[in-house]
């Protein structure tokens, strides 16, 4: 059996394909994207959608505005994969939505991870983000110190004030 070990492996290998990560999201894929993210039924699937289409980036500009949309839709997940998307897909232009959107997810997720990626995507909006200062300053006390690790680096990315703060980590 030791023998037929490396035998085994390469067949899986060549059945299965390639190993590595899924080819980058293009702009040829943005259309069956944006369906996906205007009419499937599944919520999880058009936070998916919209998770995808922030991957392609710039690519995405035509997404701008069912992004947009999707911050009003009803299901939380959805709402923060469209606003982490826009701020990837438009950075400037959609802080000003895309901002209360994270703020509101920095408050009130009840899971540490969600927390920490509304402090991340606040901080690729740099000083677009300044209105989140009071809700970065509340998450220093946060019960996980990942989200306040991640509150602290943000806060001193978008606040010089805030990193001559003797307070911040």
Not at 59 to 79: I, K, S
Not at 110 to 132: F, H, M, Q, V, W
């Amino acid at each position: 059996m030791k023998r037929l070990w490396p035998a085994l492996v390469l067949l899986l290998v060549a059945a299965c394909g390639p190993c590595g990560p899924p080819p980058p999201i293009t702009q040829a894929d943005v259309p069956r994207l944006l369906a996906q993210l205007r009419q499937d039924g599944d919520p999880s699937k058009r936070a998916f959608a919209a998770v995808l289409l922030g991957q392609a980036g710039h690519d995405a500009q035509e997404a701008v505005p069912a992004l947009m949309d999707a911050l009003n839709e009803r299901d939380a997940d959805v709402r923060w994969a469209a606003a982490e998307a826009l701020v990837k897909v438009a950075p400037r232009a959609k802080a000003r939505v895309a901002v209360p959107v994270l703020r509101e997810e920095l408050r009130r997720a009840s899971d540490e991870y969600r927390r920490t990626a509304a402090c991340n995507a606040l901080a690729k909006l740099g000083g677009e983000a300044k209105e989140a200062v009071p809700d970065l300053r509340q998450a220093l006390n946060d019960r996980e110190g990942m989200v306040s690790e991640a509150a602290a680096r943000v806060l001193r990315a978008i606040d010089s004030k805030a990193a001559a703060n003797p307070g911040l980590k």
